[in-house]
């Protein structure tokens, strides 16, 4: 099993920062990629950004130019940090991982983290 426990969610006025955190742990695996998500009551879970093995980012349109996505692949970590926050920032963000894990061979596989809350208000 492997488990991804993330920290640095709160409250925060409008304009202000917050970095979010994402450690993997557990039995053997190696990450691939790894990306943050954000789900409102009533609507989907939505990407917020997304990081490849290699480095490459991705980023919702919404958060472009605000959020910043990177990763520690010697900590098996991934970080998200969002500035000039607004209250439709407001959400429930997920670490997700695509990941290989071993037991006798390499098999694929995803999790997801328990959710932090992050919300935006004065």
């Known amino acids: 099993q492997v488990q991804l426990v993330e920290s640095g969610g709160g409250l925060v006025q409008p304009g202000g920062s917050l970095r979010l955190s994402c450690a993997a742990s557990?039995?053997?695996?190696?990450?691939?990629?790894m990306g943050w998500y954000r789900q409102v009551p009533g609507k989907e879970r939505e990407l917020v950004a997304r990081?490849?093995?290699?480095?490459?980012?991705s980023y919702a349109d919404s958060v472009k130019g605000r959020f910043t996505i990177s990763r520690d692949n010697a900590k098996n970590t991934v970080y998200l940090q969002m500035n000039s926050l607004k209250p439709e920032d407001t959400a429930v963000y997920y670490c997700?991982?695509?990941?290989?894990?071993?037991?006798?061979?390499?098999?694929?596989?995803?999790?997801w983290g328990q959710g932090t809350q992050v919300t935006v208000s004065s």
């Open positions: 997700n991982a695509d990941l290989a894990q071993y037991d006798s061979i390499w098999r694929p596989n995803d999790y």
């Open positions: 557990g039995s053997t695996f190696k990450l691939n990629a």
């Open positions: 990081i490849s093995s290699g480095g490459s980012t």
